[in-house]
């Protein structure tokens, strides 16, 4: 990223712009409360949090607080980890050639302190933009305390530094992060040995590595991630550590469907356009799931599944255009059989459900559509398509085009108002209103005002 060329580029000419020295938490909570402030939104693409996670969030950085996000799999804990740092400043001073990015008013390693000793006011100046202040780091049982915290650097012992200089030291994460976020997610999966390292950084600010003990006054935000400890069995927390986090706060699944669908169609990579009607009906079905006795909820359904399942539909979508030469792929709710199949191995399932997975993901997905049909089409008297559905029958399929749905339809009209409430009107692509049709057709099936039968060629037929 290229820098403002009329940065500062020495500590005195730093100190002569009016350029003030502050802490990174209360950094962070400055820009922090003047984004509030502004009605500037500080947690941009964060959905469904914010009247109960975002402010338990917000108090926690403005008191200073070292913070654990705990949450199932799939709540955004890491997303929300990655959006502190647009709290920090865009761009903030260091040494140049520091290690660990010391701020030029005030160098804490031997060599910086020397350097600055040395140079006085011609102190060279860097500057670093915020994106390369976020450090994450995903524990895993192997991560050691050399990675988080440092070691003695072999390389600097063989060019003729003896053990007992601190020099000798290569600094981890954390004293790198200096000045810094440095987030650690899945907290529990750290060996608990590898825990107890961090004690010293979140408590007194001081390293140790191997003998010495050095008195660095590190300035970190340490933010971490972890499953509740109730369901986890991989780790824990251990008690000592979880004490020096100032919140810990929980996230959660959305609670309400509008933002279940919002984060579906920020997430997810469509390959074809998929109706907001069909994404209700694969929002919902992940709703089903988090409710169903069926499902393990100690694992939990995440909002990956909802996002997986909607870029099934389209690519099923996308498939089914390729077969009947449709120019322009669009999602119906036929294409909503092939999600149970490909996305039924993110399921956890209750244990004596073993043989009947498919069946619980099939009512599911059909009582997702219902819902979805029924609360969409309310106020529509549907009573004259399903009657003259049953003299001349509607065929439907993946491999029927969407204009030959269309041309199959009773000229009836509540298909006007139909049209009109799933979105498919005002438009000449058959895709639309075959999809409202298909979604009206089923809705009628499953409310039994229709019956319907599947033909050796895979197509279904609605009749009366």
């Not at 140079?119 to 450090?135: E, I, S």
């Not at 169903?292 to 939990?300: A, C, L, N």
Request: charged share 30%; aromatic share 4%; net charge negative.
């Amino acid at each position: 990223m290229p820098v403002t060329p009329d940065l500062p580029r020495t500590v005195a000419a730093l100190r002569a712009s009016g350029h003030v020295q502050r802490p990174v938490k209360h950094e962070i909570r400055d820009n922090l409360l003047a984004a509030l402030r502004e009605g500037r939104d500080p947690w941009p693409g964060i959905v469904g949090f914010d009247d109960t996670v975002v402010p338990q969030l917000e108090r926690a950085l403005i008191a200073g607080h070292d913070l654990v996000l705990l949450g199932e799999r799939g709540q955004g804990k890491t997303r929300l980890l990655r959006s502190l740092a647009g709290l920090l400043d865009e761009w903030t001073p260091v040494i140049e050639g520091s290690e660990i990015g010391e701020h030029p008013y005030e160098p804490i390693v031997p060599s910086s302190i020397r350097r600055a000793a040395e140079l006085g006011d011609d102190l060279p100046v860097a500057w670093v933009h915020r994106d390369h202040r976020y450090t994450e780091k995903l524990a895993t049982p192997d991560t050691s305390v050399a990675d988080l915290i440092g070691d003695v650097d072999p390389v600097k012992v063989a060019e003729g530094r003896s053990l007992g200089d601190p020099e000798t030291i290569h600094f981890g994460l954390v004293p790198r992060s200096h000045r810094g976020i440095v987030a650690i997610n899945e907290l529990p999966d750290l060996a608990e040995r590898i825990q107890v390292a961090l004690l010293n950084v979140m408590e007194e600010r001081d390293i140790q590595v191997r003998g010495y003990t050095l008195r660095l006054p590190l300035d970190v935000l340490l933010v971490a991630s972890a499953n509740p400890e109730d369901y986890t069995n991989r780790g824990r927390i251990i008690t000592p550590l979880k004490d020096r986090f100032g919140a810990e706060i929980r996230t959660h699944y959305p609670l309400e469907l509008a933002p279940e669908v919002e984060l579906v169609a920020q997430e997810a990579d469509l390959v074809a356009e998929v109706p907001r009607h069909l994404l209700e009906v694969v929002a919902r079905f992940t709703r089903h799931l988090r409710d169903s006795s069926s499902v393990d909820q100690g694992s939990g359904v995440s909002a990956r599944f909802t996002v997986a399942a909607a870029e099934t539909v389209a690519a099923a979508a996308l498939r089914r255009a390729a077969l009947t030469g449709e120019e322009t792929p669009y999602a119906r709710p036929v294409d909503l059989e092939s999600v149970p199949a490909v996305l039924r191995g993110k399921i956890e399932f209750a244990s004596g459900e073993e043989s009947r997975e498919d069946e619980v993901l099939e009512h599911l997905l059909r009582r997702a559509t219902a819902d979805t049909a029924r609360f969409a089409l309310r106020g529509v008297d549907l009573d004259e398509l399903a009657d003259a559905v049953s003299t001349s029958p509607v065929r439907t399929g993946e491999r029927i085009p969407a204009k030959d749905v269309v041309a199959a339809l009773p000229p009836v009209d509540a298909l006007t108002e139909i049209a009109a409430k799933l979105g498919a009107s005002g438009t000449e692509d058959p895709g639309p209103m075959a999809s409202a049709a298909e979604l009206t057709l089923e809705y009628l099936f499953l409310t039994r005002k229709l019956a319907k039968d599947e033909s050796d060629d895979g197509d279904t037929v609605s009749y009366g």
